[in-house]
């Protein structure tokens, strides 16, 4: 068993950095039980002693408003991690230090790393190392991540001081709140009150606090304490209120900063040159975030993001196909005709497939927005953005969600999903996972250039232009929509930091990237691969045998009867497509769907669609009884379309708009489950998408065909 | 020396937190970066529309929504 730690740190102090600087390739990565949060954990050696690494989520503080302070706090409490490595960024202490307070107050052993020596040093801020470590009573250990300069030193300074206990830190709150903490403490320890996880002064603190997670705690372990403990609280709050104007929230959080400024003073951090220099991130900053300047630049560099995921990834994604390709290839001269070699191929073939496709533009997606990330720019852009996505109840961060997905066509949705990871604001993400899928992934264009092709002919760019916009803005809409109804609830505050520009480390790109796209693989993959066998089935079974031949299709509709009056050619494979589960499924929703004038066969279609949406297009060609359509050249199937019965444009245009928001093929649906962290966001995306698109198409189609008339 | 709301700041001008008068989330958000009285601040710029607004405070860049802004008192240079 080696020594547990635990890398706690402000976002940007560079923990990441120094977890794979401890690490190097040794980790790995999972979820925190029951909520979406990343963990990270490793092992590292040296000399003689082992360590087990444990990666917080980095915080700036440890009160209960956000998932990651609690994730952080409860971790310690419950894990008991032998020492707390708080990682500082030296560069930025006065604030740096605000969480350390707070772990010291929790009587948590901690060893601080100073991070970002140089660049402190480039500023021109000394730090007196010795001063500061014995002012805080804490192992101080400098070091620049980056370079791993100061590893074994720290691993050193940990070794040596994890067995000993260190003592709580008591910081004077003024005499008003003093004097109540003083009063809370004593019958908190005679009571016993929460003392088997917390001090007895903390959770006095986390009373006046009004810590919804501490208060909720109490609540259930003795009422009587926390009517009690809540009195003193309110007592004190009116007292603070009418005498000094302010509140004990207030005067804590002030308190903790002027202890801080006091330990600084000492000598301990001198700058050499003037506070106010105009940094050199200031001067990008004028011309990044300008108002002419800066939306254009960002256009240019989403354009660039999407270049850079979707036309290089070509190449690996082409190579993949190649290989299944030929997979199937093989399959198919090794095995004969049947059950078996349908299922080997399309099944498990198409299956992982389908699983891997993704792989190359996840890689690809993740590398861009990791990029732009660790430069500082994703921050810049959520801040130029912000004010637009704000009425609608999403971030600035979503931005890139929504142009992975397809906000400029050609996207996908999956890697789109997993992009708005950047986004730190629970309900904002929920929002956005939600409605990206609603943009035009490559999978959709095919679908829609076939319909433009065979009705739209004149007007083709238009009509792709129309297509783009209105799926913009019925996310939108969509996301305001979810956002005054279901995922209810205020603006997360936007109070974020604008990190200093950085050139990221090749080797933290890499690890990043990897990491996030094996974790699409391990998790994602093998329920993709499940579903896409059970989709298999359902377009397969039940079969279609010859005595079912002579006597086909249960439903009375008229297309049953032209069958059987013989009016249409019936090849085999449409024949066997309809008496499918979801040639079934396809006929027996017609009653609905022909109010927006689909039939059957394109009902099956949008059945196949749900596996991945080009599929909609080569079912549409075997219900239509036309073999086997390439969907990259669908030129027979929009000829066919065009001359079947009950097809015109306002046909096509009602299932354009079906396609546009109906639900995300499973993929994706898979992956909005993973990252919302519940099959329940999954199933409704598919429910709620789906019966969004019909009203919408029901409302269009019915519509036109009255103005028409 | 006058007190304004953060939001009246031109870019640019300095000052010194005089008081926030946020509770519960955003004023915890605030206060957990650094926004508290005493702590002099200078406006860094705003976003194309205007709105959010990023300064600069004990040496780093934050950013803050208009209506957020309006939480807090400055007393200007
Ligand atoms: N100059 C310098 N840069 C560093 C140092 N440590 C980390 N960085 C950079 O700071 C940025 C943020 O680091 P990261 O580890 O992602 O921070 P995290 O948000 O705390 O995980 C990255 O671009 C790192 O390369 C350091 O000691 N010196
Ligand atoms: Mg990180």
């Known amino acids: 068993m080696g020594i547990a730690i635990a890398l706690a740190g402000n ?31 490793g092992r590292c050696v040296s000399g003689i002693d082992e360590f087990h690494v444990v990666d917080l989520p980095g915080t700036y503080s440890l009160s209960a408003y956000s998932l990651e302070e609690v994730v952080a706090r409860d971790f310690i409490v419950k894990e008991q991690p032998a020492m707390v490595v708080n990682i500082v960024d030296a560069s930025n202490l006065e604030r740096n230090l605000y969480l350390t307070l707070q772990f010291m107050e929790m009587g948590i052993s901690v060893c601080i790393a100073l991070n970002m020596m140089d660049v402190a040093k480039k500023r021109g801020i000394d730090i007196d190392i010795a001063k500061l470590s ?22 050193k300074t940990v070794a040596d001081h994890a067995k000993t206990r260190t003592k709580s830190l008591k910081i004077s709150y003024g005499r008003d709140i003093d004097e109540a903490l003083d009063e809370m403490v004593e019958k908190i320890s005679s009571e016993h009150f929460l003392t088997d996880r917390y001090l007895p002064r903390w959770v006095a603190l986390k009373y006046l606090e009004n810590d919804v997670q501490i208060l909720e705690m109490g609540k259930e372990q003795n009422p009587q304490m926390d009517a009690w403990l809540s009195s003193v ?43 106010n220099r105009i940094e050199t991130s200031d001067k990008i900053d004028k011309i990044v975030t300008h108002r002419f300047l800066g939306p254009m630049l960002m256009v240019a560099v989403l354009m660039g993001l999407y270049q850079f995921t979707f036309t290089y990834s070509a190449v690996p994604v082409g190579w993949c196909e190649d290989f299944f390709g030929w997979l199937a290839g093989r399959v198919d001269g090794l095995l004969s005709d049947g059950l078996l070699k349908s299922l080997v191929i399309s099944g498990i073939i198409d299956g992982v497939g389908g699983v891997l496709g993704f792989v190359p533009l996840i890689l690809f997606m993740f590398l861009g927005i990791s990029f732009l990330e660790d430069t500082g720019y994703l921050a810049r852009m959520a801040f130029m953005l912000d004010r637009i996505f704000r009425l609608f109840g999403l971030h600035g961060a979503s931005v890139m969600a929504f142009i992975v997905s397809g906000g400029i066509a050609g996207g996908c949705a999956v890697p789109g999903v997993m992009a708005a990871r950047t986004l730190k604001s629970p309900k904002e993400r929920l929002a956005t ?18 319909l433009v092709a065979a009705f739209f002919s004149e007007n083709q760019a238009r009509v792709m232009f129309i297509i783009t916009l209105i799926s913009w803005v019925g996310a939108l809409l969509v996301a305001k ?43 994602a993959g093998t329920v993709i691969l499940g579903i896409s066998i059970i989709l298999w089935a359902m377009m397969t079974f039940p079969r279609l045998d010859t005595a079912t031949m002579a006597d086909p299709a249960p439903a009375g509709t008229q297309q049953a009867a032209a069958w059987q009056t013989g009016e249409e050619q019936v090849d085999p494979a449409a024949a066997a497509l309809r008496h499918s589960i979801a040639g079934r499924m396809g006929t027996a929703l017609e009653p609905v769907t022909r109010l927006a004038g689909f039939d059957w066969q394109t009902n099956i279609a949008l059945v196949g669609g749900f596996a ?32 079947a019965p009950g097809w015109g444009p306002i046909t096509a245009f009602s299932l354009i708009l079906f396609t546009i928001f109906y639900s995300p093929c499973f993929v994706a649906v898979v992956c909005i489950a993973k990252e919302a962290g519940s099959w329940k966001w999954g199933v409704f995306s598919m429910a709620f998408n789906t019966l969004l698109a019909l009203g919408v198409s029901i409302a269009f189609f019915q519509t036109a065909t009255w103005v028409m008339s | 020396m006058p007190y304004i709301q953060l939001r009246q700041m031109q870019v640019d001008q300095t000052g010194t937190i005089a008081g926030i008068k946020a509770r519960g989330e955003l004023g915890t958000r605030l206060r957990d970066m650094g926004l ?12 194309p529309l205007y709105d959010p607004v990023s300064l600069r405070i004990m040496g780093f860049t934050l950013t803050l929504r208009n209506n957020e802004a309006d939480h807090i008192l400055v007393e200007v240079n």
């Open chain 1, 481 to 523: 929509l979810l956002r005054s109804t279901v995922i209810q609830g205020p603006a997360t505050p936007f109070v974020m930091e604008l990190p200093p520009y950085r050139l990221p480390t090749f080797k933290g790109l890499a690890i990043h990237t990897w990491e996030r796209t094996w974790q699409y693989i391990k998790k």
């Open chain 1, 134 to 155: 014995s002012l805080l009573r804490l192992p101080v250990v400098p070091m620049v991540a980056r370079t791993g300069k100061g590893r074994d030193d720290l691993l």
């Open chain 1, 433 to 450: 996972l939600l409605t990206v899928p609603f943009m035009n992934c490559g999978a959709k264009l095919p679908v829609y250039a076939l």
């Open chain 1, 11 to 41: 976002p940007n102090s560079g923990k990441t950095t120094l977890f794979n600087v401890l690490t190097g390739a040794r980790q790995h990565v999972g979820n925190y039980p029951g909520v979406t949060v990343e963990k990270k954990q």
């Open chain 1, 612 to 643: 991945a949406k080009e599929v909609v297009v080569s079912t549409l060609g075997t219900a239509y009884s036309l073999g086997n359509v390439d969907p990259e050249d669908a030129g027979s199937l929009s000829e066919r379309l065009q001359s």
């Open chain 1, 233 to 275: 609280a309110r007592k004190l709050t009116h007292h603070l209120d009418t005498t000094l104007d302010t509140h004990p929230e207030g005067m804590i959080a002030d308190q903790r900063y002027g202890f801080i400024t006091s330990i600084l003073k000492q000598g301990v951090m001198t700058c050499t040159r003037n506070k």
């Open chain 2, 36 to 47: 508290v009285p005493g702590k002099e601040i200078r406006i860094q710029g705003k976003a």
